[in-house]
């Protein structure tokens, strides 16, 4: 633990080397792509600071993903190293007993609801093809992927028990409804690819309420000026990656920009205060680090998509939770129980749960998050093949986390949804107003990577004021 502690703090001044190197037009040391254990919170001391002029907010609720002793991060993103190879890997049924899902083994769209669940349908489906019905099955995990795998076996015929370690289904889909005056979420709050896959129209099935939500953003200085977009830093990245894509083998994104030398923009000042560097600055603070949650010395150059998502995203308002209630309520699910052994062979299974009991099963599917299987939080006897093991090892756990605030009334007089910082150091670079959306004066920030890690275990105070701090450019002008 404290060999990873020292890692991280390590890694966060790298960071800010390399957006002093950025800034400076200079060069900069690169850290060698090292082993991927989940992500583990600083120790960096998190200054108070002086108070905010944004008025408080009447409630706070805030995600923690990286200390989830069941999530241990957000989500899987394509560490240095890592390859579509590595998910398939771990996708691979071992004896044809133990099958694996989640959204770190998804084919396509890994790191979202959509492959989370897809996942689930693919392991249910390899089951099927070597297990007769009647059998008896346990699912580990009540997120989407475990829910989707055990309603499909269910209905198949299969004799189904889903085994959740938390006291509510859903995992890292987590919707908060009381005290708020709409469903907020501390997991997930969008559907990507709305125009590919079929959650849009299952919400709408279920009655519920979503929007689209373009990604075009309002950017503001701290000086609370609003300026133009600058196409400057996706242009750099995109170059940063398209000379990745030529070398003999995968280096980490930062590594790219420094002997691309597409870091070496300049650092002169507009009229409006930003230089070039700014701009790249804001690429990677609001898109490459809030789609991995991962250090920029941790992303592979390979893997990390050139190009932003579709703009196809849709915001749910009704609560994301909504999607599994029914599928929930026909299983057979037991809550509170946490797996921490798995003995498998070619006969069956049995599981040890955290109480001491027992379980047995002809076959199980793993749908524990990828951060779980990292810190062997889940004893496999015997041992996972090398495969697995190195699947495990080579796919990174980015942290994204989420903070939401309700004030009494605004404080901003912008309707734009969504805001961004340009051209300063933010801990939440992102945020969406809800007012335009539901018409209540809620935010939502968001904060990623070494920012999320620093402020993990942070007391809520100190969250709050470096909150603050960040939505000061978004002051109405007085
Ligand atoms: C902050 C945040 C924002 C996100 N935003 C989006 C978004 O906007 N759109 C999108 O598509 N995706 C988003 N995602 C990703 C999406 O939430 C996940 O990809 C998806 O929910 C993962 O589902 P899963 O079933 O694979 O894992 P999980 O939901 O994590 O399910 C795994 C289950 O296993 C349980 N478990 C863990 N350990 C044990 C154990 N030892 N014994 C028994 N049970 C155990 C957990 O409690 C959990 O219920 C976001 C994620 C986060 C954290």
Redesign the pocket.
Known sequence: MQNAHNRDVRTVMKRRQFLIGTASGLSVLVLAACGSPSPQPTKVPVPTGAPSVVPKPQAMQR?S?SID???RG??SFPAVGASPEHRAALAEPVLGRMFF????TAAT?????????E??LRAATQLQAVGRTNERIIV????????AAATQLREAGYDVTV????ER?????DTITKGWPNPI????????NSTENTLDDEFATLGVSTLPFPRVPQARTRAREVVPLSPLGAEAVAEALAWAATQPQDVSVERAFVDSGESRLSDALNAQGLSDADWLEYEISTRLKMTSGALLSEQSAWYTPAEPLADD?LIVVGGYANLLTSDAAALDVTMA????RIAYDDEGVSLRL?AGEALSADRVIV???LG?LKDE??EFSPELPFAHRSAIAAIGVGV???VWLRFDEPFWDTEAPLWTVVGTDSDFPVWVNMLPITGEPVLMG?IAAENALRLAEASDEVFLTAAMHSLEPFRAAT
């Open positions: 995600s993903w002793p069941f999530a957000s989500f899902a989640g959204e770190a769209e890994p790191g979202t609801v959509n492959g989370a669940r996942s689930g580990v995990g009540a997120g989407i992927a475990g829910l085994v959740e370690a938390r289904v859903g995992g890292r889909i979420e501390l997991g997930p709050s969008f559907v990507h995203d129980s946490v797996v921490t955290g749908t524990v998050p779980v939080a889940v994204l986390d989420k968001m």
